[in-house]
């Protein structure tokens, strides 16, 4: 499905390429209209959303077994919201655009959002509920886009700057960026392999992983380090895209089943058809001009957080009426 993504992507647009066409300028590109439109126009698009494709939906993989709520997803955990503050103040206040300095202010920023709605959680004695989990996202999120859209306001230059990336789009991007997401993609598959089994057993309850080994601790900070440089750098190159860490790893496990390690596997390549299909729909729905990829994730996303968090409350209240029988 990827592979076909991908060859739709480099034929589908403004101009359309015909499929044969699509496969001669990749193989033997002559610098004819057929190989200009490929290469220099939707061939880094593409490579830009399957990069941050496989970063969301392993950050969202991440996210859920440390979190053990399958609600768990870094756009609605203040992650995405942290990371844009920290962009918008970067640019505002110091001038900075350069990718690499955005990358490491907004994973900054995304730390921090999820350090403090983890906190709030745990204060609240309810470390693993969903809702109170997800209502904490909300809140911080809400708090932090006002912060954001003061900022914005307050700067016609910031808010033009902000305006175009907020939305969240692969179109019209850097293509140097590209060339910072692959060590970052690199860094985070690798420790995140590492982490694949203590994660698994993390799963079973912190005292079993503990009992079997596992540096329950170590694992925490390795695994947020790992949700917060994927999304950070994700969202300071494309903007906040919500949702594929919520959706991928569900629709995952439908077809391979809740092992760990071959769900994060089936991610990185779950997470770039996502993406790859959400822009290509972006692009036929509204011509002659195009939905941005964010705003189609979010149509998606949606409504299977609805659905998630009703049959999760079903389940609930059906484990509490057998407790009241017994």
Known sequence: ??????????????????????????????????????????????????????????????????????????????V???????????????GISGTGALMG????????????????????GHRTESTRLVLAGAALTASLSSVTGVITLADERTFGDYRSWVIGSVANRDPGSTAWLLPVLLVVVLVTGLLARPLELLGMGTDTAASLGVSVSLTHVLGFAVVTL??????????????????????????????????????????PALMLAADIVGRVIAPPGELEVGIVTAFVGAPVLIALAVRRKSRTDAVKTEERSL
């Open 1 to 78: 499905m990827l592979l076909v993504l991908v060859g739709v992507s480099l034929s589908i647009g403004a101009q359309p390429v015909s499929p044969p066409a699509v496969l001669a300028a990749v193989m033997h590109p002559d610098g004819g209209r057929d190989s200009i439109i490929v290469w220099r126009l939707r061939m880094p698009r593409t490579v830009l959303a399957v990069l941050i494709g496989a970063l969301l939906a392993t950050a969202g993989v991440v996210m859920q077994a440390l979190t053990r709520n399958p609600l768990a997803e870094p756009g609605l955990l203040g």
């Open 80 to 94: 995405n919201a942290g990371a844009s503050l920290a962009v918008v103040i970067a640019v505002a206040a110091f």
């Open 105 to 124: 202010l907004a994973s900054v920023g995304a730390a921090g959002g999820a350090i403090v709605v983890m906190f709030v959680t745990a204060r609240s």
């Open 230 to 271: 994927a999304c950070g750098t994700a969202t300071a190159v494309v903007g906040p895209i919500t949702f594929v860490g919520l959706v991928v790893p569900h629709a995952v496990r439908l077809l391979v089943g809740n092992r760990l390690p071959i769900v994060l596997c089936a991610s990185l390549v779950g997470g």
